[in-house]
Nanobody
Framework: QVQLVESGGGLVQAGGSLRLSCTAS????????MGWYRRAPGKQRELVAT???????NYADSVKGRFTISRDFAKNSVYLQMNALKPEDTAVYYC?????????WGQGTQVTVSS
């Protein structure tokens, strides 16, 4: 089992920045990929960014060039630096981790971007 706790969401004006953090605990030795998904009101959950190991990252086209994912293995953490935020980025952001036994999810953190 892996437990994930997110922080860093909030309200920001369009063009602003936020940094999301997620710390894993439990069976962290088995985690391969960590990342972020989001669910906007009335929409399905979608991938934002993931990182496998410390190098291989994957981004949704809608956030490329604006968001940056990073991991700190010493702290069992993953971060999402979000710049040039747009109102369409408004969503609940979920941290996720993958292990050979399955995927785990955090409780989510709200990000609201006002126009």
């Amino acid at each position: 089992q892996v437990q994930l706790v997110e922080s860093g969401g909030g309200l920001v004006q369009a063009g602003g920045s936020l940094r999301l953090s997620c710390t894993a605990s439990g069976s962290v030795f088995s985690v391969t990929t960590m990342g972020w998904y989001r669910r906007a009101p009335g929409k399905q959950r979608e991938l934002v960014a993931t990182m496998t190991g410390g190098v291989r990252s994957n981004y949704a086209d809608s956030v490329k060039g604006r968001f940056t994912i990073s991991r700190d293995f010493a702290k069992n953490s993953v971060y999402l630096q979000m710049n040039a935020l747009k109102p369409e980025d408004t969503a609940v952001y979920y941290c996720t981790s993958e292990t050979p036994r399955g995927r785990y999810w955090g409780q989510g953190t709200q990000v609201t971007v006002s126009s």
